[in-house]
């Protein structure tokens, strides 16, 4: 969220299991246009092919979230400021 904060394009990888998740964090900060790209649960312990066969399915979103014209994002408040 802090490099997009800074208008640098992000793609950023969502189990399944924790897009809700992802997508309530997002809101909560403001952001709820932050490019996140779901793909199956689980990848934690599975084989790298399993893994870019997984993300070759998605790999359409991931050129598309990194070339968007993104929207002005508002700066967090500074007790909510991240360190890069």
Not at 4 to 13: G, H, K, M, Q
Not at 52 to 60: A, F, I, M, P
């Given at each position: 969220?802090?490099?997009?904060?800074?208008?640098?394009?992000?793609?950023?990888?969502?189990?399944?299991a924790?897009?809700?998740?992802?997508?309530?964090?997002?809101?909560?900060?403001?952001?709820?246009?932050?490019?996140t790209?779901?793909?199956?649960?689980?990848?934690?312990?599975?084989?790298?092919?399993?893994?870019?066969?997984?993300?070759?399915?998605?790999?359409?979103e991931?050129?598309?979230?990194?070339?968007r014209?993104?929207?002005?994002?508002?700066?967090?408040?500074?007790?909510?400021?991240?360190?890069?």
């Amino acid at each position: 969220m802090a490099l997009e904060r800074r208008s640098v394009p992000t793609a950023t990888f969502i189990t399944d299991a924790f897009s809700r998740y992802a997508q309530g964090l997002a809101k909560m900060q403001g952001m709820e246009q932050l490019p996140t790209i779901v793909i199956p649960h689980p990848i934690a312990g599975r084989p790298v092919e399993e893994l870019r066969d997984k993300v070759r399915l998605v790999y359409s979103e991931v050129v598309t979230a990194l070339t968007r014209k993104r929207p002005r994002v508002p700066q967090p408040a500074a007790s909510m400021q991240e360190d890069v």
